[in-house]
């Protein structure tokens, strides 16, 4: 589809009188440049971890997500996997892996730094909440139990 207007223009000759022959090529490289970078952005990967889920977004769209009650219980380390892909700057580059233990489906966090290895990692941490004694995630604001402000 883009090769169209690019075959157009090879017999189009450019007229410095004529404002039309000058105008049209240029609208026809914005107009590709400009679905170029929409593509791009459409195409750009996101994840996102809450307080009650962890999500992986793709151009504005929930592509995955694993609810963390599904690690009610049990300690979310033995369902994530941390390893180094590279190193950047003297820097690791961790990727990180997510499993599903109710659906079998894994998310796997790419091009992460140490701080989101950390923020990940405080998951499997417990806060009791002060006033029910109820085991809440340290990424909680509030008692899962009772509501209150934690």
């Given at each position: 589809m883009l090769f169209v207007p690019l075959i157009l223009l090879e017999d189009f000759e450019i007229n410095l009188t004529d404002p039309y022959s000058i105008v049209f090529p240029g609208m026809i490289a914005f107009l590709i440049l400009f679905f170029i970078?929409?593509?791009?952005n459409v195409r750009r990967t996101r994840y996102y971890l809450t307080s009650e889920r962890v999500l992986v977004v793709r151009g504005g769209n929930i592509r995955k997500e694993i609810p963390?009650?599904?690690?009610?219980?049990r300690p979310i380390s033995?369902?994530?996997?941390?390893k180094v892909m590279y190193t950047e700057n003297d820097r690791p580059v961790y990727r990180i892996r997510f499993y599903d233990p109710m659906s079998d489906e894994v998310i796997d966090f790419k091009g992460m730094d140490s701080y989101s290895v950390k923020s990940v990692e405080r998951l499997s941490e417990v806060s009791?909440?002060?006033?029910?004694?109820?085991?809440?995630?340290?990424?909680?604001?509030?008692?899962?139990?009772?509501?209150?402000?934690?």
């Open positions: 970078v929409s593509f791009v963390l009650s599904h690690f009610a219980g033995q369902f994530l996997e941390t009791e909440c002060p006033f029910c004694g109820y085991d809440n995630t340290t990424t909680s604001k509030y008692c899962r139990n009772c509501g209150a402000v934690l």
